[in-house]
């Protein structure tokens, strides 16, 4: 009888070979981002069928997959970390052979070993082939493995969280509403990826690369990954897509004075962005621009026509406030009036203010007034 954690890991191949068919299928929208996405599922795919083999000890058997595995393993965090970058519209620092160098580096060392017979690679595998080349040559293998492992986790973990940091500021700076984009489902993948990449530091810190009990958690929890990418990869994507920002013209948040670092090139004197700020804010008055739930400072930017660069300078100094604080107070103000003078719903109200959700209004209204909506009704509706 099938063991749960086989099943699991059965799961994901599973589901890793119909995502990889599936993007395969999208012919006329195989972007990068896909390319990427479709990379890390076949890795994974490969991954795991060496997890079931390990752990239903066949592995004697096919000797070599366990070798292929080690320069494998070494091209995961650099594909996720340009899958994560390319989502984000982010630039990433280097070329791609410099990321994918290590691997390059174990895929030669290993060459030499996948020529030899399956018997004396078992011995080589179990450490029964000491004081022969190939020992020395697997020894150091296994220790370029060990450093990879260790310098790749140090960099691209601390680097794709920073990506979604940096994202989600982006995304308050840049538009008026954050519902469809969603953030937790790649902190939640990238945190796995944290907690295998721990696991397999202790597993080879213990010298137990072949043991059976920590690689059953390393292939459950990939497995894990793989159905998570199948359920929110596709439809993200294109989500990410059509609202893409350019991650790498955010400004470094740790600076002492971000705001006058961000637009010190600006063409924009104080006097001017004065008089433009009070252009803007006649407009928002008359033309109303925060109904549209889809308002984004582009688009905005357009209607004033102004660069997006200058009108996200002048809400910041100007208002205090980003983009989305910005319309959103305008959306708050709107939604108070029809508080009081109309008998609709709260998530009618909502809705035709120019809110995309009923969690998002009753935030930004708690944050405006320090009351709900209805008690707000309640307290200001004439009788």
């Known amino acids: 009888m099938l063991s749960f954690h086989i099943i699991l890991i059965a799961i994901g191949i599973i589901q890793s ?25 076949i890795l994974l795919t490969i991954s795991l069928v060496e997890g079931v ?75 029964d082939a000491q004081d022969t080349y190939f020992d020395m040559l697997f020894f150091l293998t296994l220790l370029l493995f060990f450093t990879v492992v260790i310098v790749q986790g140090s960099y691209y973990i601390p680097a794709c969280f920073r990506l979604l940091a940096d994202y989600k500021t982006l995304i ?19 945190s796995g990826i944290a907690i295998i990449w721990c ?12 043991s ?54 600006s063409s924009l004197n104080s006097e001017l962005a004065e008089t433009l700020c009070q252009s803007t804010l006649k407009f928002m008055e008359r033309e109303k621009p925060y109904l549209n739930n889809e308002l984004s400072l582009s688009s905005l930017a357009e209607a004033l026509d102004l660069s997006p660069h200058n ?21 708050v103000q709107f939604a108070k009036q029809l508080l009081l003078n109309c008998n609709d719903t709260v998530l009618k109200i909502a809705m035709d203010s120019g809110f995309n959700s009923k969690t998002t209004f009753y935030n930004a209204f708690k944050k405006d007034t320090s009351m709900s909506p209805s008690e707000y009704r309640q307290r200001n509706k004439k009788s």
């Open 17 to 41: 070979i119909v995502l990889t068919i599936a993007m395969f299928g999208k012919k006329n929208d195989v972007n990068s981002t896909h390319k990427w996405l479709i990379a890390l599922c």
């Open 53 to 127: 083999i390990e752990i239903t000890e066949l592995d004697t058997k096919f000797p070599h997959l366990s070798l292929i595995i080690l320069p494998i393993n070494g091209l995961f965090l650099p594909l996720y970390y340009a899958y994560i970058s390319d989502m984000v519209g982010g630039k990433r620092k280097g070329s791609l052979l410099v990321h994918f160098t290590p691997s390059l580096l174990l895929f030669l060392m290993i060459s030499p070993m996948i020529l030899l017979d399956s018997n004396f690679l078992l011995e080589l595998l179990n450490g």
């Open 172 to 190: 308050f700076e840049q538009l008026s509403f954050n519902e469809k984009i969603s953030l937790t489902w790649l902190k939640a993948i990238t």
């Open 199 to 210: 696991l397999l530091i202790i597993t080879l810190l213990t010298g137990e690369l072949f």
């Open 212 to 265: 059976d009990k920590l690689p059953i958690a390393l292939h459950v929890i990939s497995a894990l990954l793989v159905i998570s990418l199948n359920i929110f990869g596709l439809q993200q994507i294109n989500i990410f897509k059509k609202l893409r920002i350019d991650i790498h013209d955010l400004v470094d948040n740790k600076a002492t004075n971000v705001k006058n670092k961000k637009y010190q090139r």
């Open 311 to 331: 009108l996200s300078q002048i809400i910041n100094q100007e208002t205090n406030k980003n983009f989305f604080e910005f319309i959103n107070s305008y959306r």
